[in-house]
């Protein structure tokens, strides 16, 4: 039990949190899966308090997501110690005076120079496949099979993903050469002192354990 200091209200405790942070791969390469951790911790509660309720997430973030799982998994959990932590880095991180270039991952979309860019849906896609993969270099034909569907009538050539992306440089201004050529082979995305990228911090799934 508890008492604020700031009244005379008594609190008590309800519960306590377990955060795991751990991936699949991870969890995979010490010879287990994130259901089995899940029964196990399960069964150990069960016989230490048989009264306990239990409840499981799975914390589900974009591929190539940077950082401590750990820290991905409370972000995505919404714990506010780290999403305040999270805020404070993105701001430290962002071109100074409303220059520069921010990639906004998780609203989707492009700030130039303080501005929000006019990017379509496909144009932001490509721009953010390339920025997933940063430093390395992406071949049209990659392009090409990840962001259109096979079946799809507009779907580009492998020669033609070339106008999509002088369209998307076009956009960015003088921040073209961020998308860089690799002659003869694709694209490549290079970040430069200007340039942040904010990633998204995750979602908890539908319960699945």
Do not use: C
């Amino acid at each position: 039990m508890y008492r604020d200091a700031s009244s005379s209200r008594v609190s008590t405790n309800r519960g306590v949190a377990l955060y795991v942070g751990i991936d699949e791969l991870k969890a995979a390469t010490n010879g287990v899966s994130l259901p089995l951790l899940v029964d196990a911790l399960r069964r150990t509660l069960a016989e230490l308090a048989p009264d306990a309720e239990t409840h499981a997430t799975v914390a589900l973030a974009p591929q190539g997501t940077g950082g401590r799982d750990l820290d991905v998994v409370r972000l995505a959990l919404h714990e506010p110690g780290a999403i305040a932590r999270s805020k404070a880095e993105a701001e430290e991180r962002e071109p100074q005076d409303g220059g520069g270039v921010v990639v906004d991952i998780s609203r989707k979309r492009v700030l130039i120079d303080g501005e929000s860019a006019a990017f379509t849906y496909k144009e932001f896609e490509l721009l953010q496949y390339l920025v997933l993969r940063e430093g390395s270099t992406i071949e049209r034909s990659e392009l090409v099979s990840a962001l259109w569907q096979t079946s799809d009538e507009e779907a580009p050539g492998e020669r033609t993903i070339d106008v999509h992306v002088r369209r998307l440089r076009a956009k960015l201004g003088r921040y073209e050469d961020i998308v860089r050529t690799v002659r003869g082979v694709g694209y490549r995305f290079d970040r430069h002192a200007d340039v942040a990228i904010r990633y998204g911090v995750g979602t908890p799934s539908p319960d699945r354990f």
